[in-house]
């Protein structure tokens, strides 16, 4: 592979003296090529002596690795290896220190925005066989996992507890993955994201050494937060290798609906109204008329061909009859269609998992072609104007866009599918994206609200954040990882 490079724009006139060393500092650590072969060999080597069949460098395995499910051509890792525990995890990142090899952390591979690529290779680490639940504290309402269950295997695992964890972002993602991206989905609207459900954190640094963050306490202001700062940084400050998390007793009632309306805004603004209210809705996701026919043929659904509302009401039995009973009213006010209910929990379990499988079902309405997925979030009271201005935008575009998004917290995803081999495909799509995005941080959001920064997002952190900002996390990142080996290349090497 050639030389990867990136390039540090210049700063602002009021951008600091240090912010400018900081600038030159990364650039010096990131301008270089893949390790040298000796360096290369030598690990897998001495990996191969310690992990045996669990280190691999066998090109379906790498490839399997060196891609996520997105758009971003595969970069592939020069071995893969399955580590059992933190202290193997500590080893691998002890070795690659040494050597100046990257590691690139791998969960299941469902990230979004090149997230598993290694543009550099280097040593893919695969925390899927790190999947025991450690501790479970009922009584307390937390548990402790390693890095590699998932949210699925979490939830059956204390189902007989009364409790569930929410954080639901459509794949079964793992749990460490979910950390590492500050992963959301469906329910952040009543329940918040990772970041407002991880409390502690295990962590193996640069050098390989192991770290310990946060507590069981449900709040603490000792020191610098930790464990905030490594979720979200998506394996560029450390490998996360367990999780202390939060859990929710499980609600007495739960019920589903779909709701259909005449138009996008006239969903938008009941979507706005419940949240001012507060009305405390579980989920509350928005589908595009286009995007709801695709949902019908793929997962067998008879529902209305319109722009439409999918929702969850959470509590006791009368709360949630009250809960209902408000929103159908603001519904039927702005001309959503009568409510069709799902009361069982294996109607409810098929509602929602049509709705997760939406990227699969517009994927099968354009067989061969590929996705691409935008994500961006805005206030909520900027969703309908957004949404209005990113569909002129593609009014005459000779691509078909859809809509999909959690309308309870103003994030939401534009879909194409493209063949990637037409060169006038992808430039549209990146020039829509590119829109998109600069229009949702002039409204005051930001250019991915859960996917993440990985190498996708990469050219919008300044307009984001600003130079100062953008300086100090190049800052942090160096302090953590001098050599930047870390998942190099990514989140804030821009």
Not at 45 to 51: G, N, R, T, V, W
Not at 86 to 94: Q, R
Not at 480 to 487: K, S, V
Request: with cysteine; glycine share 8%; proline share 4%.
């Amino acid at each position: 592979m050639s030389s990867a490079k990136q390039t540090i724009q210049p700063a602002k006139s009021g951008q600091t003296e240090a912010a400018h060393n900081q600038a030159a500092v990364l650039q010096s650590a990131i301008s270089r090529s893949r390790p040298a072969s000796n360096s290369i060999a030598a690990v897998i080597e001495a990996l191969k002596d310690q992990f045996g069949d669990r280190c691999s460098v066998s090109e379906s395995v790498r490839l399997a690795h060196g891609k996520g499910e997105s758009w971003h051509p595969p970069e592939l890792p020069d071995c893969v290896c399955y580590p059992h525990s933190t202290a193997e995890v500590a080893s691998v990142m002890s070795l690659c220190h040494e050597h100046k090899v990257p590691v690139i952390p791998f969960g299941v591979g469902t990230s979004l925005e090149g997230h598993t690529l290694a543009p550099l290779g280097g040593v893919s680490i695969d925390l899927s066989q790190m999947n025991n639940v450690l501790q479970v504290n009922a009584e307390d309402m937390d548990c402790r996992v390693q890095a590699g269950v998932t949210r699925k295997q979490l939830n059956e695992y204390i189902r007989d507890t009364g409790l569930f964890f929410p954080i639901d972002p459509g794949a079964d993602a793992t749990i460490g993955g979910m950390a590492a991206t500050r992963a959301s989905g469906t329910n952040a609207v009543r329940y918040g994201t990772m970041k407002d459900n991880v409390m502690s954190l295990t962590f193996v640094n640069a050098k390989g050494e192991v770290v310990r963050t946060g507590t069981r306490a449900r709040k603490s202001s000792a020191g610098y937060d930790l464990t905030r700062l490594l979720v979200g940084s998506e394996g560029t400050l450390g490998v996360i290798t367990e999780v202390g998390l939060k859990l929710h007793g499980m609600p007495e009632a739960m019920m589903a609906a779909v709701v259909s309306f005449p138009d996008l805004d006239s969903a938008i603004q009941t979507v706005i109204q419940t949240v001012q209210i507060g009305i405390p809705i579980a989920r509350i996701e928005l589908v595009d008329e286009a995007y709801m026919e695709a949902i019908n043929n793929y997962s067998q659904l008879d529902k209305p061909v319109r722009d439409t509302l999918f929702l969850e009401f959470h509590g006791t039995e009368n709360y949630v009859q009250e809960q209902v009973d408000l929103f159908a009213e603001l519904a039927s006010e702005n001309g959503g269609g009568d409510l069709e209910w799902a009361r069982q929990e294996e109607d409810r379990n098929r509602l929602w998992q049509a709705r997760h499988d939406a990227y699969w079902a517009i994927l099968a309405k354009y067989p061969g072609k590929q996705g691409f997925t935008t994500d961006v979030c805005v206030p909520i009271s900027q969703l309908a104007e957004i949404i209005r201005y990113v569909r002129e935008q593609v009014e005459d575009s000779f691509l078909d866009a859809h809509i999909i998004g959690h309308a309870g917290d103003g994030n939401f995803h534009m879909i194409f599918c493209i063949d990637q081999t037409q060169q006038d495909q992808v430039d549209e799509v990146y020039r829509v994206n590119a829109l998109l995005v600069n229009r949702a941080i002039e409204m005051g959001g930001t250019c991915t609200g859960e996917h993440g920064v990985g190498t996708g997002k990469l050219k919008y952190l300044r307009k984001e954040h600003g130079d100062e900002a953008l300086a100090m996390m190049q800052a942090i990142k160096l302090a953590c990882d001098p050599e930047n080996i870390l998942n190099p290349l990514k989140t804030v090497a821009v």
